[in-house]
């Protein structure tokens, strides 16, 4: 069955870095668009980043735009997110998901566009 399994989060102070992972098995990577999500307690889930099958095209949130980069190895089934200049307001719970895609160059920013989704990593970022 496919999985996707995320590490990488933990705690650091406003304007660090992190670099989160998230590995995919039990599909055939390429074939999907691959999102970072977040989500608060008490909100909804939030559109972070994503990036084509093929790794060509991206797109971000607004706010993060500038500071976090995604990127994807389909030699190995994984995807990044790179995160800089952390602020105390992107700290939440990030979750990685997968989206077939029949076109490489698509990504997607809707939840509904992912069928499926890792059990997430904490970031918290402390002021």
């Known amino acids: 069955q496919v999985q996707l399994v995320e590490s990488g989060g933990g705690l650091v102070e406003t304007g660090g870095s992190l670099r989160l992972s998230c590995a995919a098995s039990g599909l055939t990577f390429r074939g999907y668009a691959m999102g970072w999500f977040r989500q608060v307690p008490g909100k909804e889930r939030e559109f972070v980043a994503s990036v084509s099958g093929s790794g060509a095209n991206t797109g971000y949130a607004d706010s993060v735009k500038g500071r976090f980069t995604i990127s994807r190895d389909n030699t190995k089934n994984t995807v990044y997110l790179q995160m800089n200049r952390l602020k105390p307001e992107d700290t939440a719970v990030y979750s990685c998901?997968?989206?077939?895609?029949?076109?490489?160059?698509?990504?997607?920013?809707?939840?509904?566009?992912?069928?499926?989704w890792g059990l997430g990593t904490q970031v918290t970022v402390s002021s």
């Open positions: 998901a997968a989206g077939r895609s029949y076109q490489e160059t698509n990504y997607f920013t809707s939840t509904h566009n992912y069928a499926y």
